[in-house]
């Protein structure tokens, strides 16, 4: 997944003016408790933080 989808995905799910917001907020444990920010700009892969975000959030089934 690229990151442009990934961000997509993110607007698409919490919309536009929320997801940057809980990107920097919301501490994942699946993501070895960083933010989904702080993982991606720590090389973590977008497809991974996806998965991620799908597990603790209820993401439509289109999305996933």
């Keep these: 997944m690229r990151l442009t989808e ?3 995905r993110m607007n698409r799910h919490f919309g ?3 997801a940057e917001s809980w990107a920097h907020d919301y501490v994942i ?3 070895g ?3 989904v ?3 991606l700009a720590e090389g973590e ?3 991974v933080v996806w998965r991620a ?3 603790v959030t ?3 089934p289109r999305l996933r």
């Design 6 to 8: 990934f961000w997509q």
């Design 16 to 18: 536009e003016r929320y």
């Design 29 to 31: 444990a699946q993501l």
């Design 33 to 35: 408790g960083r933010t």
């Design 37 to 39: 920010t702080q993982a």
């Design 45 to 47: 892969s977008a497809k």
């Design 53 to 55: 975000v799908c597990e």
């Design 58 to 60: 209820d993401v439509d």
